[in-house]
């Protein structure tokens, strides 16, 4: 889908920086939202760093978002198979539907936990104040939900990185024009 005139060449670098941040904190909150559900010594670090990575992708997914209306993505790459582009496009879609959703129902959710409901950290720079009321069912239902959607976001993510090494792969040019030029000579 092209809503701007950028070339079929490739995205620009703020839209790859986008990118690469939102994947950097996508491939790292999926690993700290598995492990801080262990007993540990560092499970509340883990929490809190879960919290803010997703505040984060909240933050960089509205940007994403907003460039990307307002600057427009490049035409498709020529000769890929129609429904490779329909993949494509249904995965991407998904994909950012869900990251701002399930940070937004973490967020609710961390919100509603407690007797007092619970503030959303941020690296320990400040805390979101609470947005909902406290109310333990609720949290647990969202906190149930979130934990499925992200494991549907993990295995989207996976179907991503995979075409992308299919594309690369195949030389086809397509995941050269997320690389930054430093890597791929675009």
């Given at each position: 889908m092209s809503y701007g005139s950028l070339p079929a060449t490739g995205y620009s670098g703020t839209a790859k920086l986008l990118h690469w941040l939102v994947a950097l904190c996508v491939l790292t909150i999926i690993p700290v939202g598995f492990w801080m559900n262990m007993e540990g010594p560092y499970q509340n670090q883990l929490f809190?760093?879960?919290?803010?990575?997703?505040?984060?992708?909240?933050?960089?997914?509205?940007?994403?978002?907003?460039?990307?209306?307002l600057a427009g993505a490049p035409a498709a790459e020529p000769g890929i198979a129609r429904w490779q582009k329909a993949i494509s496009s249904a995965v991407h879609g998904i994909l950012y539907i869900l990251l701002?959703?399930?940070?937004?129902?973490?967020?609710?959710?961390?919100?509603?936990?407690?007797?007092?409901?619970?503030?959303?950290?941020?690296?320990?720079?400040?805390?979101?104040?609470p947005i909902v009321g406290p109310n333990e069912e609720l949290s647990k239902s969202i906190f149930a939900v979130h934990k499925i959607v992200g494991w549907v976001v993990g295995g989207l993510v996976v179907l991503h990185i995979g075409g992308a090494m299919m594309h690369f792969l195949k030389?086809?040019?397509v995941m050269q024009r997320m690389i930054p030029k430093s890597f791929s000579g675009r």
């Amino acid at each position: 889908m092209s809503y701007g005139s950028l070339p079929a060449t490739g995205y620009s670098g703020t839209a790859k920086l986008l990118h690469w941040l939102v994947a950097l904190c996508v491939l790292t909150i999926i690993p700290v939202g598995f492990w801080m559900n262990m007993e540990g010594p560092y499970q509340n670090q883990l929490f809190n760093l879960h919290k803010s990575l997703g505040v984060l992708i909240l933050g960089l997914m509205i940007v994403r978002i907003a460039y990307r209306l307002l600057a427009g993505a490049p035409a498709a790459e020529p000769g890929i198979a129609r429904w490779q582009k329909a993949i494509s496009s249904a995965v991407h879609g998904i994909l950012y539907i869900l990251l701002i959703g399930l940070p937004i129902a973490g967020y609710i959710a961390n919100s509603a936990y407690g007797a007092n409901g619970t503030p959303t950290p941020f690296f320990g720079l400040f805390e979101l104040p609470p947005i909902v009321g406290p109310n333990e069912e609720l949290s647990k239902s969202i906190f149930a939900v979130h934990k499925i959607v992200g494991w549907v976001v993990g295995g989207l993510v996976v179907l991503h990185i995979g075409g992308a090494m299919m594309h690369f792969l195949k030389g086809d040019g397509v995941m050269q024009r997320m690389i930054p030029k430093s890597f791929s000579g675009r």
